[in-house]
């Protein structure tokens, strides 16, 4: 076995591609001879494969950060072309939406004209003859409303002037009721003045016939 001595760098690349399927750079091949002095391998050594298989991960370590500032610039640039179509779309959108909007108020505007037109039309073909007729009903109707409401008032009035007489009458009704009620009491107090009067005369007259009678009495046993 030989010692000491490197590979040539044929040898190198092809024991490099070998062990990764990857074809190494100078950089590798620089490192790898440079560990392979360091451990002092010989030519038949295993650490070579080894060796071979670190150097690529290795140069997988140092690729990763390339590949995920390129992954990142594209997912930016994916995002921002997303951005810039939904942007587009919106646009679009808005633009279309205007643009019915504009449709819808042009036509509101010629249906209004329409509707102005068509009424301007029914007032011309009104005739004098209709005014009048419409005139004369308004007229009517005006009256009729009047007179109802003359009625009315007329109907209300009559109610209150009943009610004021219903009012009157049971006013007098009251005041003959309470002068017979007075009445009544005034000739109960005088029957019974009355009634104590004839007894004081009946008592009086019956004193004087006793009177009269003792009288006679004594004069006639006096006359004996």
């Not at 009729?144 to 009458?169: E, L, P, S, Y």
Request: glycine share 4%; charged share 30%; aromatic share 6%.
């Amino acid at each position: 076995m030989r010692n000491g001595r490197a590979k040539s760098p044929d040898v190198l690349a092809r024991l490099f591609f070998d062990a990764t399927g990857e074809v190494p750079d100078d950089a590798s091949l620089l490192r790898i001879r440079r560990v392979s002095s360091t451990l002092k391998l010989r030519d038949n050594d295993a650490l070579w494969s080894v060796i071979a298989v670190l150097e690529y991960y290795a140069r997988l370590y140092e690729a990763i950060p390339e590949r995920i500032r390129r992954a990142g610039d594209g997912s930016f640039d994916a995002v921002r072309r997303e951005a810039e179509a939904a942007n587009d779309a919106l646009m679009r959108q808005h633009r279309d939406a205007l643009a019915r909007c504009k449709a819808t108020i042009q036509l509101a505007e010629d249906m209004t004209r329409e509707h102005e037109a068509r009424y301007q039309a029914a007032l011309a073909k009104l005739s004098e003859a209709s005014i009048t007729v419409l005139a004369d009903r308004m007229a009517n109707r005006v009256a009729g409303i009047a007179c109802n409401r003359f009625i009315g008032a007329a109907a209300v009035a009559a109610r209150d002037q009943r009610t004021r007489m219903d009012g009157a009458v049971g006013l007098f009704e009251r005041a003959i009721a309470e002068a017979a009620t007075r009445a009544q009491a005034s000739i109960e107090v005088t029957e019974g003045r009355l009634t104590r009067t004839l007894r004081r005369l009946l008592i009086v007259a019956a004193c004087l016939l006793v009177t009269l009678v003792a009288a006679a009495f004594w004069v006639g046993e006096h006359a004996r």
